[in-house]
């Protein structure tokens, strides 16, 4: 028997996966790591940053397209059709309020 997974911010058991919570007009979908609706709300309103492109909401935990900006600072966009962006060689993954697992996405010849 698999014993419920548990908040990873305040150990609360999460009954619910993944942890769907709507902030800012953003659905989230959080299936890793676990954490109760509560502190993904809580953690949205700590770490999430806003769309180079579109100026909207991005929450923690979400992918997202990176573009270098000026003087070799990275922006986030949204990786979502009604958001997307020319030139986006990068792709990454928001977390608490840096980028994790970036990736470079390698240009075909
Ligand atoms: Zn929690
Ligand atoms: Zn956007």
């Known amino acids: 028997m698999n014993p419920s997974p548990v908040c990873q911010e305040c150990g609360t058991r999460v009954n619910t996966a993944p942890t769907m919570i709507e902030y800012l007009g953003e659905e989230i979908y959080l299936f890793d790591p676990v954490v109760c609706e509560p502190c993904l709300h809580k953690l949205c309103k700590r770490y999430s940053t806003y769309c180079a492109n579109c100026g909207g909401c991005i929450p923690p935990y979400s992918q997202v ?21 020319a030139g986006s ?14 990736i470079q996405i390698e240009a075909c010849n």
Do not use: E, I
């Not at 060689?89 to 970036?102: D, T």
């Open 89 to 102: 060689a990068f792709y990454g993954y928001w977390g608490k309020g840096q980028l994790r697992n970036f």
């Open 65 to 85: 397209g990176v573009l270098k900006g000026d003087a070799g600072q990275k922006q986030v966009v949204h990786t979502t059709t009604s958001c997307t962006t």
